[in-house]
T-cell receptor, first 110, second 115 residues
Framework: DAKTTQPTSMDCAEGRAANLPCNHS???????VYWYRQIHSQGPQYIIH???NNETNEMASLIITEDRKSSTLILPHATLRDTAVYYC???????????FGTGTRLTVIP | GAGVSQSPSNKVTEKGKDVELRCDPI?????LYWYRQSLGQGLEFLIY????????KSGLPSDRFSAERTGGSVSTLTIQRTQQEDSAVYLC?????????????FGSGTRLTVV
C-alpha cells in the first residue's frame, strides 16, 4: 500500500539543487523514510534513509520535517546523470520488503 | 561477486512455455528479493528469502510462479505456462541482513517478453 505521495515529474537545471518532495502524513513512529532512484534500464539504487534527524551522505541530503509527515531529498548540484525516477518509501526496518510506488521522474536539463 | 548478477538479461518466450530466471546475490548477503516491473509502472514485490527461514511468498501473483534459493545463495524464479501479462522486467535484490534498513542492491534485471 502506498504510504507516500510524490509529484509525478520534475525538471531541474544542470548544476542547480534538485529538491524532491515526499508526503507521508500517516507515518508511524517506528517507520523510516527511504529514497531510491532508478536510472533508465537499470535496477533501483539505494540513496539514503532516515528516521527523524536530517541525514547527509555522498549522494544526497534528506530533510525530514519535525512532525515527520513530509521529507525532501536534495541533490545539491544536479548533473545529467541524475535524471532518473526517484522513489520515496516508508517502512519499518523489520519489514520483509519495500513498497515502491511510481515515484518522481526527475529530468535534469542542460 | 561485486554486485547482484541476473541472467539472462533478455528473454523472449512463446506463450505457454516455462521460463527460469536466475539471480546471483552479493556474497554474504543473507536476504534476497524478487520484484517485477511492468512497463511504466512501479515495482511489484514477488518473494523474499532470508537465510534458512521459510520464504515470504505473499507477492507471487499466481501458482504459475515459484522460486527457490539453493544453499542460501543463488535463486531461480520459475514461471510456468507463461502468459502475455507476465511480460515485464524481473528484478532481483539482495541485502546484508533480513531487513530493509541496510539498503537493497539490485541487479539490472531480466526483461521477459512473452509473445
Amino acid at each position: 500500500d502506498a504510504k507516500t505521495t510524490q509529484p509525478t515529474s520534475m525538471d531541474c537545471a544542470e548544476g542547480r539543487a534538485a529538491n524532491l518532495p515526499c508526503n507521508h502524513s500517516t507515518i508511524s513512529g517506528n517507520e523510516y523514510v527511504y529514497w531510491y532512484r532508478q536510472i533508465h534500464s537499470q535496477g533501483p539504487q539505494y540513496i539514503i534513509h532516515g528516521l527523524k534527524n536530517n541525514e547527509t551522505n555522498e549522494m544526497a541530503s534528506l530533510i525530514i520535517t519535525e512532525d515527520r509527515k513530509s521529507s525532501t531529498l536534495i541533490l545539491p548540484h544536479a548533473t545529467l546523470r541524475d535524471t532518473a525516477v526517484y522513489y520515496c518509501i516508508v517502512s519499518e526496518t523489520g519489514a520483509n520488503n519495500l513498497f515502491f510506488g511510481t515515484g518522481t521522474r526527475l529530468t535534469v536539463i542542460p | 561477486g561485486a554486485g547482484v548478477s541476473q541472467s539472462p538479461s533478455n528473454k523472449v518466450t512463446e506463450k505457454g512455455k516455462d521460463v527460469e530466471l536466475r539471480c546471483d546475490p552479493i556474497s554474504g548477503h543473507t536476504a534476497l528479493y524478487w520484484y517485477r516491473q511492468s512497463l511504466g509502472q512501479g515495482l511489484e514485490f514477488l518473494i523474499y528469502f532470508q537465510g534458512n527461514s521459510a520464504p515470504d511468498k505473499s507477492g507471487l501473483p499466481s501458482d504459475r510462479f515459484s522460486a527457490e534459493r539453493t544453499g542460501g545463495s543463488v535463486s531461480t524464479l520459475t514461471i510456468q505456462r507463461t502468459q502475455q501479462e507476465d511480460s515485464a522486467v524481473y528484478l532481483c535484490a539482495s541485502s546484508r541482513e533480513g531487513y530493509v534498513g541496510y539498503g537493497y542492491t539490485f541487479g539490472s534485471g531480466t526483461r521477459l517478453t512473452v509473445v
